[in-house]
């Protein structure tokens, strides 16, 4: 299927599914913000509890944080966000579109053709006022990433948590960047979220723990769902490096709107010891580590991974779509793991007669999984429209249950069905999400 068309079906599924909307479309829309719908919200929780378990839970090394998104201006003065985070601008004199300079090649704009201006500094960061008055001395920052709140409660972290060298801190939340040409869906937007993870340690393990890192988190996408294939890793260049960064490798998904094939999804970096030792000059305070084994005080580096919660959604997404023939009938299915489903069971009464004896069945499940109970239209459309939204098995209630007491699950991909008894249903589906389908 051409790239641009399988952009548009899945825009529209988003749409009509409800996963992704766009906000205040009422009005005509608001550029670059998005809406995640009933079923868009779950899978995006979903995702974002996978990374939690893989990144905190199961660990006993990183710890969990929540701050703040109105930020003190000092941490975005300290980290050289005010001064840096700019980007070169070029408008069109023609049709007025604008594009940032290093995304188009020439002074000729790729709309229009027109001629295009001379590039100049555009700020990426949302400023608002704090307070009854706006004045210089009420300005505050919507906080363009999560990592600098991190490191401005270093010091309240390790006193209350008192860990060792290496630990980590992470957090997923808002983020806020005012992009110039926010494209592409909810690959590039102005409001969205992150999920990072700072990993401080002593200088000499930086390198080691980058490549530990590189690993876990490319395992994590697989485990996704994602094939291996749609995947690379591409290390940055000198030349390519952040201000703070000593080395930086991305992850990259084969999404089908980016020129020359692979775009990012997370950013793997070592920070080396940049943003402590900024902090502690611009706030006086100290920020280094007491090792008391070693007996030694040191400012750690930090191994920083820092992915996207919309872009992990969309490669999800686009990973899962596809498209076959069922006994002569075209099928969409997303193809989503259990893990990430939206909707993990349909209980599906055969016939309305039978709906009071599905909705029992429906009433010991829900309490474990979520689930949906649909009894409008034929058998094969409900199976088809559970199969669209990614529910991966269907719980078929029929005019037999009535006699033997079992039911039918129905697995999305491979369509097969085994007959359980209901009082077995319960043990049967813990069985199968544990350990997968019977072959």
């Known amino acids: 299927m051409p790239d641009e068309e399988l952009m548009k079906k899945l825009v529209s599924l988003c749409k009509r599914l409800g996963f992704v909307y766009q906000s205040g479309e009422i009005y005509g829309g608001l550029q670059s913000a998005w809406d995640y719908g009933p079923l868009g919200v779950e899978l995006k929780r979903n995702i974002e509890n996978s990374w939690w378990n893989a990144m905190v839970r199961t660990r006993n090394d990183v710890y969990g944080v929540d701050t703040a998104i109105i930020t003190h201006p000092e941490v975005w003065r300290a980290s050289g966000h005010v001064e840096h985070f700019h980007d070169p601008l070029v408008d069109c004199r023609s049709c007025k579109a604008r594009f940032r300079a290093d995304q188009v090649e020439g002074r000729t704009c790729p709309d229009c053709g027109g001629e295009l201006t001379e590039p100049r500094d555009f700020g990426l960061m949302f400023k608002t006022f704090m307070g009854p008055v706006e004045d210089e001395a009420a300005v505050a920052f919507l906080r363009p990433e999560t990592c600098q709140t991190i490191f401005a409660d270093f010091r309240n972290i390790v006193n209350s948590m008192r860990p060792g060298l290496p630990f980590g801190v992470a957090q997923i939340g808002k983020a806020f960047r005012n992009e110039i040409t926010a ?238 008894p209901v009082e077995r249903l319960v043990e049967v589906l813990s069985g199968i999400f544990a350990r997968g389908w019977p072959d």
């Open 183 to 420: 494209r592409n869906f909810i690959f590039r937007s102005r409001e969205f979220e992150q999920m990072e993870m700072e990993y401080f340690c002593r200088p000499g393990d930086a390198a080691q723990l980058m490549e530990y890192w590189i690993s876990e988190r490319l395992s994590w996408y697989a485990k996704l769902g994602i094939r291996p294939s749609n995947l690379r890793l591409r290390p940055h260049g000198q030349a390519e490096l952040a201000h703070y960064a000593s080395a930086c490798t991305d992850i990259e998904y084969t999404f089908p709107f980016v020129q020359g094939g692979y775009g990012e999804l997370e950013g793997i970096a070592c920070r080396t010891d940049y943003d402590l030792k900024a902090h502690m000059a611009a706030s006086g305070q100290d920020l280094t580590f007491i090792d008391q084994a070693a007996g030694e005080k040191v400012v750690p580096h930090v191994i920083e991974t820092s992915g996207g919660v919309g872009r992990t959604f969309l490669a999800v997404l686009l990973d899962s779509y596809y498209e076959d023939v069922i006994e002569g009938r075209e099928r969409v299915v997303l193809r989503l793991s259990p893990e990430l489903a939206p909707v993990k069971l349909a209980i599906l009464p055969l016939s309305r007669k039978l709906e009071p004896e599905a909705l029992a069945v429906a009433d010991i499940l829900r309490p474990l999984w979520p689930a949906e109970f649909d009894v409008t239209g034929s058998i094969g459309k409900r199976y088809r429209r559970m199969d669209e939204i990614g529910t991966p098995f269907c719980i078929t209630y029929d005019f037999d249950s009535q006699q033997d007491a079992s039911v039918t699950i129905r697995e999305r991909d491979s369509l097969g069905q085994i007959r359980v």
